[in-house]
Structures are given as structure tokens and as C-alpha cells.
């Protein structure tokens, strides 16, 4: 039976260390995440964490990535303000993928769409199925 998360029960303590020994990360010390819409179901990115960025997580309750080209934690919204509240942390059945459900705030993806996944084949072609809803420049600067 599913048990659904408690508001008492909101992510903001120390990482159980039972969490870590389930999750398989790779050779770097990371594992994939999947960052979806709690109350959508709608995906909406994939990065990477490491047990820093997940600890932070529970620890703030703001998703937390590490950031594979900078080599360091990479705070969701931090430059941006697209910021993603976690609402809850679920992990595969071979504990080497994990799915976080959140509340995203404005857009996902870096190039100002709702999500990353905005480029689908359709009739043998690539195409974007999705506008840009924020001109990246306003997010990040010039």
C-alpha cells in the first residue's frame, strides 16, 4: 500500500543513512534524477546528484543537482529564481535512478521552457514541441 507524505513529514532533516545504502551510484559518486510535477505528473528535467546535493535537498527542502560541467552543487533557481520545492523523494526498484516530485516554480528548462523535453520526432523530423516562455537572457543575464 502506497503511504502518502505528511506535512509533518517534509524533507528538512539529516539524509538517513539506510537512503544512501539503497541508492547505487555510479563510478563519479552520482546518480541520475528525475525532476517531475507533483501535482501534473508532467516531466520536467534530468540532472545529476551525489550524497552532498541530496543531503542539501533534505536539508532545505529545495532540490539540489550537482553540476557535472562545474563540478559543484548546483542550487535549482539560484541565479533564476525557477526554483523547485521538494514534495517527495522516490527511488527505483534498482535503486539506480532517482524521481523527484516537486513544485516548480516558472520554468524548468535553461532555454526558458516549462521543461527540458521540448524537442519530440514527428513525420521522421526533430521539431520543438514547445515555446519559450521566458527569454533565457531575463533569467540569467546578457
Same mark, same amino acid.
Given at each position: 500500500? $502506497?503511504?502518502? &507524505? ?13 537512503? %544512501? ?5 555510479? $563510478?563519479?559518486? !552520482? /546518480?541520475?534524477?528525475? @525532476? ?6 508532467? /516531466?520536467? &528535467? &534530468? $540532472? #545529476? &546528484? %551525489?550524497?552532498?546535493? +541530496? $543531503?542539501?535537498? *533534505? ?14 552543487? #548546483? ?13 517527495? *523523494?522516490? *527511488? ?7 524521481? !523527484? ?13 516549462? %521543461?527540458? *523535453?521540448?524537442? @519530440? +520526432? ?6 520543438? +514541441? @514547445? ?10 543575464? @546578457?
Amino acid at each position: 500500500m $502506497a503511504v502518502p &507524505m505528511t506535512d509533518k513529514q517534509k524533507y528538512r532533516t539529516a539524509v538517513p543513512d539506510k537512503l %544512501n545504502a539503497q541508492i547505487k551510484y555510479d $563510478a563519479e559518486g !552520482l /546518480v541520475p534524477a528525475i @525532476a517531475q510535477q507533483h501535482d501534473t505528473g508532467e /516531466v520536467l &528535467m &534530468m $540532472a #545529476w &546528484m %551525489n550524497r552532498e546535493s +541530496i $543531503a542539501e535537498t *533534505f536539508r532545505t527542502g529545495h532540490v539540489v543537482y550537482w553540476s557535472r560541467s562545474r563540478q559543484s552543487l #548546483w542550487r535549482k533557481g539560484e541565479s533564476s529564481g525557477q526554483t523547485q520545492e521538494l514534495k517527495d *523523494f522516490r *527511488f527505483d526498484c534498482d535503486g539506480d535512478t532517482l524521481l !523527484l516530485m516537486v513544485d516548480q516554480t516558472g520554468v524548468a528548462c535553461h532555454t526558458g521552457r516549462r %521543461n527540458c *523535453f521540448y524537442r @519530440a +520526432i514527428r513525420d521522421g523530423d526533430v521539431c520543438e +514541441i @514547445a515555446d519559450v516562455l521566458v527569454d533565457p537572457k531575463d533569467l540569467y543575464g @546578457a
